[in-house]
């Protein structure tokens, strides 16, 4: 686990990240009534693109170092959302519907406060289908993007490295999507997949490393989990510290959801992320500091994981800079661990997660096992405090996963479990 020596009590948040992500808020909610058309299976949900936030008493008895001690274990359930199956949905989405609200009204087929159900309209999937927008994933990202372009009427392309899940491929081409492989990692996906846009006026590219409109819309996950934290009685202040523990890919996700929490909660909040032992790119572009990029490889990692979704080299400079002064730490996970837990996720809750989404279920116990871990609590004076504490687990992925591989990871982390236990 990596300490984040500049975590500042009071950052500052960009005005304009704060507007971005209220207007992401909006935007979601605006659109609900169009994403129901386009996707019938949405109908009769309150909110379209949310999770629950589940207590997960059987896995914190399990586990729990503590025994119960410092606070009670939640999980925001982000591999159940709808459509995407993956946190990827409400930044994707995000980005999508503003890309084609603001097509529709350049061409004069939407008004500014026009009902968006006219997005599912004939004429303007006729006019949708003349642009192309285009993403570059380890695979979750794309099935946001993809499926939503797709179903507005957009050409959409995703591009991925080839060692992507062959079934995140064929989920996306059997909704329409044109699949394009790069030899070489993530990074030289999005890398072609910028340049091809580029020569294209027609296409928006969606840059997973630089987008404001993804990290905003990742970012509008805060406000609803305030408010399921407050249904479910949790209070959020100095003396009910809340610990968010959330994976780790190029940082988007995990860092607009920091941003959004530390708006809500500022130095109440702690977030920290899980990263791969092989590619914790976040952690070593904090810790190196932010003068350059410096990769995995830099320090002769190899970016090698079963964690597909956290499979990143670099991470994003605009998410490394806008989260400096607010993460907590980073801790890092290894390939076994996520199989384990996972299982462990699986025997205790019954919810099926891939391997990424896993990495955090350690995420409370990293800092209560070991003196030097604790120092965080001791230094932040949270020791006494931890009694009434609220740790969120974020699951990330799994909804769409096929049941045959689901199957061949909780074998594998069986495996693993009943080895460890000889
Ligand atoms: C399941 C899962 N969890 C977490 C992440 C991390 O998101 P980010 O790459 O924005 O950091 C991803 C990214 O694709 C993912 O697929």
């Avoid at 999508?96 to 004939?122: Q, W």
């Avoid at 979750?140 to 507005?152: D, K, M």
Wanted: net charge negative; hydrophobic share 45%; with cysteine.
């Amino acid at each position: 686990m990596w300490l984040n020596p500049n975590l500042a009590t009071s950052g500052v948040l960009s005005v304009t990240l704060l507007e971005e992500m209220a207007a992401a808020e909006q935007r979601l909610r605006r659109c609900s009534g169009l994403l129901k058309i386009l996707f019938p299976e949405l109908e009769g949900r309150q909110t379209v693109i949310e999770s629950e936030l589940v207590k997960t008493k059987r896995l914190q008895h399990a586990l729990d170092c503590t025994s119960g001690s410092s606070g009670e274990w939640f999980m925001k359930t982000d591999h159940m959302l709808p459509i995407a199956g993956s946190i990827k949905a409400r930044g994707g989405f995000n980005e999508v519907l503003a890309f084609a609200e603001k097509v529709a009204i350049d061409n004069n087929l939407l008004a500014a406060d026009s009902d968006r159900a006219l997005l599912a309209s004939k004429s303007v999937r006729e006019l949708f289908s003349t642009y192309t927008l285009s993403v570059g994933s380890t695979g979750n990202l794309g099935l946001s993007i993809g499926t939503l372009a797709a179903a507005l009427g957009f050409k959409a392309v995703v591009h991925m490295s080839n060692d992507a899940k062959d079934w995140k491929k064929h989920r996306l081409t059997n909704s329409g999507v044109l699949v394009v492989e790069h030899i070489g990692d993530y990074a030289s996906a999005v890398d072609a997949g910028r340049r091809d846009a580029l020569a294209d006026p027609h296409c928006h590219f969606v840059d997973d490393e630089h987008s404001v409109m993804l990290f905003a819309g990742y970012a509008a996950a805060a406000a609803p989990l305030a408010a399921q934290l407050a249904e479910q009685g949790r209070k959020v202040d100095a003396e009910h510290p809340l610990f968010v523990y959330i994976p780790c890919g190029v940082g988007g996700a995990p860092g607009g959801i920091t941003f959004g929490l530390k708006s809500l909660y500022g130095a109440n909040v702690h977030c920290f992320f899980a990263e791969p032992v092989a590619a914790p790119c976040m952690l070593v572009q904090l810790a190196a500091g932010l003068d350059s990029p410096v990769s995995v490889y830099d320090i002769g990692l190899d970016n090698v994981t079963e964690a597909d979704g956290l499979a990143v080299g670099l991470a994003s400079q605009f998410v490394a800079a806008t989260i400096a002064e607010h993460l907590s730490g980073v801790f890092t996970v290894t390939d076994d661990a996520l199989f384990k837990q996972l299982q462990q996720v699986k025997l205790f809750e019954g919810f099926e997660l891939e391997p990424s989404a896993a990495a955090c279920v350690s995420g409370p116990n990293w800092l209560s096992a070991t003196e030097s871990r604790r120092s965080y609590l001791r230094e932040h004076d949270l020791e006494r405090r931890m009694k009434d504490a609220t740790h969120v687990i974020w699951t990330t992925g799994g909804s769409r996963v096929p049941a045959q591989e689901h199957l061949r990871f909780q074998d594998r982390g069986a495996q693993l479990l009943a080895n460890s236990s000889e």
